[in-house]
């Protein structure tokens, strides 16, 4: 029954900024970390951004300083900031949130990935 919705995908230029949400629905509360993955051609997916249930925030190098991520805790979404865009950020990102003890651990995150949005399109154009 959890679910994740996201939203904000789309076209940019380099250069530019797009914000991506990710509205969660189905957990019984609401203290869980949550985080961004993104898929681009021809490469496997790739952790982004991670925001524990404390509010701890940690980034992959490919996108620290650029990326910011964050958590409005009472309406239970999830957001991307993504300023200074680049062609080679283009990729099919991915909201994610904890799941059980059995899903994949990211130590930079401290957090156990269990569940997953349906990806939203990310083009930057230069």
């Known amino acids: 029954q959890v679910q994740l919705v996201e939203s904000g995908g789309g076209s940019v230029q380099a250069g530019g900024s797009l914000r991506l949400s990710c509205a969660t629905s189905?957990?019984?509360?609401?203290?869980?970390?949550m985080g961004w993955f993104r898929q681009a051609p021809g490469k496997g997916r790739e952790w982004v951004a991670g925001i524990s249930s404390d509010g701890r925030t940690s980034y992959a190098d490919s996108v620290k300083g650029r990326f910011t991520i964050s958590k409005d805790n009472a309406k239970n979404t999830l957001s991307l900031q993504m300023n200074s865009l680049k062609p080679e950020d283009t990729a099919m990102y991915y909201c994610?949130?904890?799941?059980?003890?059995?899903?994949?651990?990211?130590?930079?995150?401290?957090?156990?990935?269990?569940?997953w949005g349906q990806g939203t399109q990310v083009t930057v154009s230069s």
């Open positions: 994610a949130a904890e799941g059980s003890v059995y899903s994949q651990y990211y130590p930079l995150s401290g957090c156990r990935y269990g569940y």
């Open positions: 189905g957990y019984t509360d609401r203290s869980y970390c």
